[in-house]
């Protein structure tokens, strides 16, 4: 019934599962009556809770539906399903984000300008066939964890947003200007590393589009604008990004702007856009970080920029891996390890093991640490195992690459000695032995280069998830044990998160 517009009824959601609502228009009122606020709109968008009386209840005089406080607490966390508003950090108001200022505020730095001291710039341009109206407030509500916040002077806080755009920083990972400029949403990062935060940014853009509005499906194409100035001015041409991965594919180096005639490196368009194989990504990083921790003994000047760069990559690596299995993500959790309970992998009367579920925290990510949560010892047969280790082999690969970096994220968010790293390392140890022992194995290799239709995991890769899935139902039912919950990201992925993290992901919500 909600899906044809019957009720509103959100069952899938922790917190609106408890309200039905039988009347839509009666909701729809009500946000209405946000929408034209003008108080609101000369607050530059900012709700405050104190307000809400006056919205919902003083303001719709006259015979018309007026709104008791009991429902507040309801209609805001509506609200912020619909992308009309997000709350803001201390929890005392909303933003709305149809209400921004017209004027753009000055911003840290522009598209026309040199990009600062090592730093690099990316610029791409989503071209479509018409512009969706509410396409920004939409996409500032669902960016609003980066938005970037100027502290005045007079002791105003600014948010960077406005009518046609808004500026974001992704602390560890850069910043980002996005403006509407008719038909063309431009997007340009900056960062040592800009192109985890730009594909976070469009796949967050696509998301958007495809859910609000499915009619503009194949009529939007990303883009690279053509770099060349002409008296300070930018040249209107547009590199299409598939066409130019096509033309590279074909052996082209180069291609000539229809606009200036000038002609481009398709690499140099290219860079930074080109997906990479992600398994050849991997095992690059690997490397990487070994060569990194060498240079931080030797105590370089340029160690900093390294390690930026390199917590960048392992961002989008993990990003990548992640939503290769973001279907999944769904029905369980992604990340854990596993180890026999005695002895090691090699002697199969061992039939005993201890699988430990991770928290999937972006950049802190975690063995669950709750007592009695996220642990399982069960008895397995060895074909239960030899189904699993495809997908244990990535993930091993997955937290090793992540561990330098989400591991001192864990200790400062949780306290000194939470993880304890050489536990850690001896897990993943041992993860690596179960692998080097069951992918040996003739039949687990075929599977390797498989590739199931755009899947980037292998068949056993996948059936190694399923596996691990209907483990967990059998396993708990009821999620007694699991120690994490489900919380649905704007990039179209599930993030499963202990209880400390799912808390903090949740806005906060007054009671009246
Ligand atoms: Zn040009
Ligand atoms: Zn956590």
């Known amino acids: 019934m909600h899906d044809l517009g019957y009720i509103v009824y959100y069952g899938d959601d922790e917190r609106l599962k408890d309200d039905v609502v039988l009347q839509p228009e009666w909701l729809t009122k009500a946000i209405g009556f946000v929408l034209e606020d003008r108080t609101t709109q000369e607050m530059d968008g900012i709700l405050p809770d104190n307000r809400l009386q006056e919205v919902w209840w003083e303001y719709p005089a006259d015979g018309k539906t007026r709104y008791p406080s009991a429902l507040y607490p309801f209609f805001l ?270 002697r199969f009367m061992s039939k005993t093991y201890r699988l430990h579920l991770w928290c999937e925290a972006p950049n802190c990510q975690h063995p669950i640490h709750e007592a009695g949560k996220g642990v399982y010892e069960f008895e397995a047969p060895r074909e239960w195992v030899e189904q699993i280790a495809p997908y244990a082999n990535l993930i091993a690969r997955v937290l090793k690459t992540l561990a330098p970096i989400a591991a001192p994220a864990a200790n400062a968010f949780f306290g000194e000695e939470f993880i304890k790293e050489s536990n850690i390392k001896y897990q993943l140890e041992t993860m690596k032995e179960l692998t080097n022992t069951l992918l040996s194995n003739d039949k687990l290799l075929i599977d390797e280069p498989a590739r199931l239709g755009d899947s980037l995991l292998s068949q056993g890769e996948r059936s190694g998830i399923l596996a691990l899935h209907s483990f967990l139902r059998e396993e708990d039912p009821h999620h007694e044990i699991l120690g994490l919950k489900r919380h649905p990201t704007y990039t179209g992925d599930y993030l499963w998160l202990c209880e400390t993290h799912y808390q903090q992901a949740q806005s906060k919500i007054p009671q009246f």
């Not at 300008?113 to 989503?126: G, I, M, S």
């Not at 005639?261 to 990479?276: A, D, H, M, S, V």
């Not at 960048?312 to 026999?340: C, D, H, W």
Request: proline share 5%; with cysteine; aromatic share 8%.
């Open 77 to 346: 966390q509506l609200m912020e399903k619909y992308d009309v508003s997000y709350r803001l950090e201390d929890g005392t108001a909303s933003l709305v984000a149809q209400h921004v200022p017209q004027v753009r505020p000055n911003l840290p730095w522009l598209p026309e300008e040199e990009p600062a001291n090592n730093h690099r710039r990316l610029a791409t341009v989503c071209v479509m066939e018409e512009s969706p109206p509410g396409l920004i407030p939409w996409m500032i509500v669902r960016t609003h964890d980066y938005i970037y916040q100027q502290h005045q002077t007079d002791g105003k806080t600014h948010r960077l947003h406005w009518q046609k755009g808004m500026f974001l920083r992704n602390r560890r990972h850069g910043e980002a200007m996005l403006e509407l400029r008719d038909r063309e949403l431009h997007l340009y990062t900056e960062a040592v590393w800009p192109v985890y935060f730009t594909n976070l940014l469009k796949q967050t853009l696509q998301k958007l589009i495809a859910e609000t509005w499915p009619g503009l499906k194949g009529r939007y194409q990303f883009t690279v604008p053509c770099p060349t100035k002409q008296q300070g001015k930018a040249c209107m041409g547009r590199f299409e990004i598939e066409a130019l991965r096509q033309f590279l594919e074909e052996g082209d180096d180069t291609i000539r702007c229809q606009k200036c005639r000038t002609r481009q490196n398709i690499i140099e368009l290219l860079y930074g856009f080109e997906e990479e194989d992600t398994r050849e990504q991997l095992s690059r990083i690997e490397t990487k970080v070994e060569r990194v921790e060498i240079k931080v003994e030797q105590g370089a000047a340029k160690i900093q920029q390294n390690l930026q760069e390199l917590e960048s990559r392992i961002a989008n690596y993990v990003m990548v891996i992640m939503q290769a299995v973001a279907s999944e993500s769904k029905n369980g959790p992604r990340l854990f390890t596993i180890e026999p309970m005695s002895g090691n992998w090699r």
